[in-house]
């Protein structure tokens, strides 16, 4: 999948420093320690630039996290730190959040300092626990800038997910950049958090010392879609737009499709991990042109006919050697999804399973993300036993979950789950 996507950024003209493609990046199977704080107003005043207004109640967010896999930038570990800010909130109400700094491990750690803020430093973030307790670090290689503990209290929520905007200085030196970050993963209950920021900390997290925990939680089992930076001062439409496009290829990254958003020409304008890692298996990409061999002429009439109609276009069939075509929709936009005209290509690889597909075919019939990794590992035909070492719990665990999953599924054998799993597969 790396070697893919790694190909497919050369083509598409970055250098071999550069071989990723660009935002929007999709990663997955994270957990993270979101604190939500209360500072002290003088501090806050003092640390945001003059153009950004601190809310009302000088509130903030601490966070470590960990992401497993994912588009281009993952894996990697990472700790930040911020500020909330008026006139910044994001579709669902929460308020915008400046970054006064972030530690990032690997490639995610360059392409932030290179592209997304300037404050963006590299370093790592480790999550773990022992018994009910929860701990976090972050910091600078080498270094611990901020130990988190808690108490986890047994409570768990159902899946949690929104879109939130973040703002920090562009790595330029021009301004401001503002992007956001679809997100959604299963929440539980943190109590008696402690945070000890450490003489490593940098002088800013020194002096961002939490009056108060408002609001702790873990959230597992994440995943994250992070927009193209845009400048602060660009039009509203265009920071709209930017949102839609990635929360749009968010859902279908988390579902595990082929997506794909392209203007007239077919020129590319996002693409999702699963779409990129189909370079070379029926789909090229030269400069910022998505090619299809004989089907390009096919493909240009179907953007041509849903522009022109609003509608779906009939799927195209881009053959492939030795495969199974590629099937392509063409599917129309809404008017606030691009600047530009614009068509989404949902493409399904007989080829392929498409990851995540059953997982979340599960949780939409009522399982939680922990029982639904066990269903698909039991109904692929894998024992509790090895499920279980397979997620890292007791096999005690695994059969009570499972019991859960029968009682929701309304089933009562492994077999009758094996058949429900091999229907979605091949839905």
């Known amino acids: ?29 994270g957990n993270i320690v979101y604190l939500r704080c209360a500072f002290d107003p003088s501090v806050a005043r003092q640390l945001l630039p003059p153009e950004f207004e601190p809310d009302d109640n000088a509130t903030g967010t601490i966070a470590i996290y960990t992401i497993g896999g994912g588009m281009a930038i993952a894996p990697y570990t990472a700790g930040y730190f911020g500020l909330s800010v008026k006139g910044h909130d994001g579709p669902d109400g929460d308020v915008g959040c400046y970054k006064l700094g972030d530690f990032r491990s690997g490639v995610a750690g360059m392409i932030y300092r290179t592209r997304y803020f300037a404050d963006s430093r590299d370093g790592w973030g480790r999550l773990w626990y022992e018994g009910d307790t929860q701990f976090g670090e972050a910091g600078p290689p080498g270094r611990t800038a901020i130990r988190v ?9 159902d899946e949690t997910s929104g879109v939130n905007v973040y703002l920090g200085k562009r790595p330029d030196g021009g301004g401001y950049n503002r992007w956001t970050v679809a997100s959604s993963g299963n929440w539980h209950d943190l109590a008696d958090v402690t945070i000890d920021i450490l003489p490593d900390a940098p002088p800013v997290l020194q002096l961002l010392r939490p009056r108060e925990v408002l ?3 873990l959230v597992e089992g994440m995943s994250f879609t992070f927009s193209p930076p845009v ?18 290829i968010d859902l279908f990254s988390r579902l595990g499709r082929p997506a794909l958003i392209v203007s007239t020409g077919r020129r590319l304008l996002r693409a999702n991990e699963a779409a990129i890692a189909l370079s070379g298996f029926g789909l090229s990409f030269e400069g910022d042109r998505v090619r299809a061999g004989t089907a390009d002429a096919a493909l240009d009439g179907a953007i041509e006919r849903v522009l022109a109609s609003g509608h779906p276009s009939e799927p195209v069939a881009v053959k492939r050697r030795d495969a199974m075509p590629l099937i392509v929709h063409a599917l129309p936009l809404g008017r606030n999804t691009t600047t530009e005209p614009a068509v989404l290509f949902l493409i399904v690889d007989a080829e392929r399973p498409q990851r995540g597909d059953i997982g979340r075919t599960l949780q939409l019939l009522g399982l939680t993300v922990a029982e639904a990794r066990l269903a698909a590992l039991i109904g692929a035909g894998n024992s509790p036993r090895v499920s279980a070492q397979s997620l890292s719990i007791t096999e005690g665990t695994a059969r009570t979950t499972l019991k859960a999953v029968f009682g ?8 009758e789950l094996a058949q429900l799993v091999a229907r979605i597969d091949l839905a």
């Open 408 to 415: 929701k599924l309304a089933i009562s054998r492994q077999s």
């Open 215 to 217: 609001w702790p939680l």
């Open 149 to 157: 503990t808690a108490r986890r209290t047994g409570l768990v929520g």
């Open 231 to 248: 400048p602060l001062e660009a039009p509203a439409d265009e920071h709209l737009a930017t949102m839609v496009q990635s929360g749009m």
């Open 1 to 29: 999948m790396r070697l893919a996507m790694e190909k497919a950024a050369r083509q598409m003209g970055f250098d071999s420093a550069q071989a990723f493609p660009p935002p929007p990046y999709h990663v997955h199977d």
